[in-house]
């Protein structure tokens, strides 16, 4: 005879193993120390200065001498 499974149990049982595969994907995505997250900010601060200092002038536009 085949064993008799309750389906509620089946159903939760599959939500919990979906659950947990979303759950590892985003600790995979997402999961950084705090340290690690401080350093990509700093790196970021870092290059928009770097960026920043190597801007040119913007040339001043002459409305006036129309």
Known sequence: MAEIIN????????????????AARNRTL???????KAAQDAERA???RTLDNA?????LSDESAD
């Open 7 to 22: 389906l509620r149990s089946a159903r939760k049982a599959r939500a919990r193993v979906e659950a947990e595969a979303v």
């Open 55 to 59: 801007r040119r002038e913007q040339p």
């Open 46 to 48: 870092r290059e928009a």
């Open 30 to 36: 997402f999961g950084r120390t705090k340290a690690q």
